[in-house]
């Protein structure tokens, strides 16, 4: 007459993803005070659906001791928690049962490598950005952005100069991933300058990726304004030919507006006079 009972109505456990399949869960025990057959508990998990899979699929239990394994290898990307029901019956005539909640908390490890997004390297070529020579110290040139599926520290960034063709002209920031000119660029500095950056993750261990980027150094930004404006103001690029050409143009157009004044004028004459001799 005594149904089993469990020492908790609710567990929880947690669980490290990427588990290997048949990994031990946890263990449920409910104590049934009657005795003999009646005092024989039976162990199962009730019929439930994870992520409209049935929860067969993803653990069993030892239906003799309560023991719960794993069926799978989590993956707490795709999963990070389930809740399951426990029960225990006993052997008794009718028998009689009790359940348990169970509430498996899958926890974070650190296994994505950070994910470069900016300045991508398209097809196996480095990634390029233009600093013109004027830049001061300080200039920014890029910020490299990039992101990582884990989560809590695991996720946290850091970037770091890995290799540079002078280790004096940029530096990355730790936090920000902003590349910014150390100091002034000089007419002597080479023209082409390769950074290696490398973004690291706060796990353990520590994953990571890189970007190679080639910066080129222009030595006036402005030169294509510059030479339209010059273009502009410079006389030397009115010849002769191109004078004479205006001033032919101009004299056409005035000959022109001349002309249609003209018959306007004309046309007006005429039609006074017609008027005149209607009313004459």
Same mark, same amino acid.
């Given at each position: @007459?005594?149904?089993?009972?469990?020492?908790?109505?609710?567990? $929880?456990?947690?669980?490290?993803?990427?588990?290997?399949?048949?990994?031990?869960?946890? &263990?449920?025990?409910?104590? @049934?005070? =009657?005795?003999?057959?009646?005092?024989?508990?039976?162990?199962? !998990?009730? =019929?439930?659906?994870?992520?409209?899979?049935?929860?067969?699929?993803?653990? #069993?239990?030892?239906?003799?001791?309560?023991?719960?394994?794993?069926?799978?290898?989590?993956?707490?990307?795709?999963?990070?928690?389930?809740?399951?029901?426990?029960?225990?019956? %006993?052997?008794?005539?009718?028998?009689?049962?009790?359940?348990?909640?169970?509430?498996?908390?899958?926890?974070?490890?650190?296994?994505?490598?950070?994910?470069?997004?900016?300045?991508?390297?398209?097809?196996?070529?480095?990634?390029?950005?233009? !600093?013109?020579?004027?830049?001061?110290?300080?200039?920014? !040139?890029?910020?490299? /952005?990039? &992101? @990582?599926?884990?989560?809590?520290?695991?996720?946290?960034?850091?970037?770091?100069?890995?290799?540079?063709?002078?280790?004096?002209?940029? $530096?990355?920031?730790?936090?920000?991933?902003? /590349?910014?000119?150390?100091? $002034? /660029?000089?007419?002597?500095? $080479?023209?082409?300058?390769?950074?290696?950056?490398?973004?690291? %993750?706060?796990?353990?261990?520590?994953?990571?990726?890189?970007?190679?980027?080639?910066?080129? !150094?222009?030595?006036?930004?402005?030169?294509?304004?510059?030479?339209?404006? &010059?273009?502009?103001?410079?006389?030397?690029?009115?010849?002769?030919?191109?004078?004479?050409?205006?001033?032919?143009?101009? #004299?056409?157009?005035?000959?022109?507006?001349?002309?249609?004044?003209?018959?306007?004028?004309?046309?007006?004459?005429? =039609?006074?006079?017609?008027?005149?001799?209607?009313?004459?």
């Amino acid at each position: @007459d005594n149904a089993p009972q469990f020492a908790e109505a609710s567990y $929880n456990v947690y669980m490290m993803e990427n588990n290997a399949p048949g990994a031990f869960i946890f &263990t449920v025990t409910a104590t @049934d005070p =009657d005795l003999d057959q009646n005092s024989y508990v039976s162990y199962s !998990v009730l =019929d439930n659906h994870i992520q409209n899979l049935p929860v067969s699929t993803y653990l #069993c239990i030892n239906s003799m001791n309560g023991t719960i394994y794993a069926l799978r290898s989590f993956d707490y990307e795709e999963i990070k928690n389930f809740q399951i029901n426990v029960q225990a019956r %006993d052997a008794g005539v009718p028998p009689l049962s009790s359940s348990a909640t169970v509430n498996v908390i899958i926890l974070d490890q650190n296994d994505n490598a950070p994910v470069i997004i900016s300045p991508l390297e398209q097809s196996g070529s480095a990634a390029t950005e233009i !600093v013109p020579q004027s830049a001061g110290q300080g200039y920014l !040139v890029t910020k490299i /952005i990039a &992101t @990582d599926a884990d989560s809590g520290q695991n996720s946290r960034l850091f970037h770091q100069m890995a290799k540079s063709t002078d280790p004096t002209l940029f $530096n990355v920031g730790k936090i920000s991933g902003e /590349i910014r000119t150390s100091r $002034n /660029i000089l007419q002597s500095d $080479n023209g082409l300058q390769t950074l290696v950056i490398l973004v690291k %993750d706060n796990g353990q261990p520590s994953l990571s990726s890189t970007v190679t980027m080639n910066i080129r !150094v222009l030595e006036n930004s402005t030169e294509g304004i510059t030479e339209s404006s &010059t273009f502009v103001k410079n006389p030397e690029h009115f010849s002769d030919p191109n004078v004479y050409f205006i001033i032919i143009f101009s #004299c056409t157009s005035v000959v022109f507006l001349v002309i249609i004044v003209l018959l306007i004028g004309i046309k007006c004459k005429q =039609d006074r006079s017609i008027i005149q001799e209607y009313n004459t």
